[in-house]
């Protein structure tokens, strides 16, 4: 099997995890009924290693991520499961713990900068309160720390952006704060959600250059949540494929778009559009996301699948190895 070079034969060796999320269960408890957001999820990221994290709105992508930050809101609730970073199980954690280990050794830049960001602060002074917080340095040495990070994520007049709000920023600027934010304190990973949504494609390319730049540079390791394939072609090392709060296929990233094995994986490498070839109707796939409220029975995708058949509807797949280091939850594999 040819293998992506970040890959290797210890796809799965468990002496390179940083992290590792094992039968991970967020659940919302609302009036109307119970939303599975994050069902039993498991992953795992190497040192220095970046896992794609794909698939429609409202899988559970970005739940999963504020569940490895323990910020997932009200009424939400991590009912089971652990989150074991650098060997320890961040869920067992209490509150003042988890605050030493948020920003500090695993940092996260948020979908919306525009949100993320307090508009009342100047761009300066959120940094330097990072760095006062965890690196314990005064505010004139946190301030001239925040001017170096902004240097480093191609800031122009880092000292005069320090003065700025957020509001005074374009949107591509205020991302790059948030890069500045999530990586001042040199974490080990990075949880990137949607980094480059909103932004045009010249922005786009700098700031995933800018990524990639910082991987080198930090040795982070890093999750990037992304509906966008092209970015996992380009940026991952592995990807997870999440479907409706499961992971459908888990694989390294070359074999995922040289075999995928998943319908909806399938389904999904389908959707990309392309420059060459005659001139055809894009695919795309039938149907839509269950409710979450009214899940189907058996595999969730079922009611979407081409290739369904009648233990789809009443039996739940597993996610196992079907092959080396690629493992599908499809009862097409049995």
Known sequence: MEVHPAGSD??????????????????FFLEKGTVKAVDGVNVEIGEGETLG???????GKSVTALSLMRLVPYPGKIIDGSILFDGQDILKLNDEEMRKVRGKKIS????????????VYKVGEQIAEI???????????????AKEMLDLVGIPSAQDRLEDYPHQLSGGMRQRVMIAMA?????KMLIADEPTTNL?????????????ELRSKFSSSIMLITHHLGLVAEMC????????????????TKTLFKAPKHPYTQGLLKCIPTVTGRLQSLFYIKGSIPDPFNLPSGCRFHPRCPYAFDRCKTEKPELKEVAPNHKVSCHLYD
């Open 200 to 212: 045009d494609v010249t922005i786009q390319a700098q700031i995933l250059e800018l990524m990639k």
């Open 53 to 59: 994290l794909v698939g429609e709105s409202g899988c």
């Open 183 to 187: 990586l001042a304190c040199n974490p």
């Open 108 to 119: 996260m830049i948020f979908q919306d900068p525009t949100a993320a960001l307090n508009p």
């Open 131 to 145: 760095l006062q917080l965890h690196e314990k340095l005064s505010k004139a040495e946190a301030l001239k720390r």
């Open 237 to 252: 090392d592995k990807v997870a494929v999440m479907y409706s709060g499961e992971i459908v296929e888990y694989t390294d």
């Open 10 to 27: 210890s796809f799965f060796y468990e002496k390179r995890n940083l992290l590792r999320i094992e039968n991970l269960r967020t659940y």
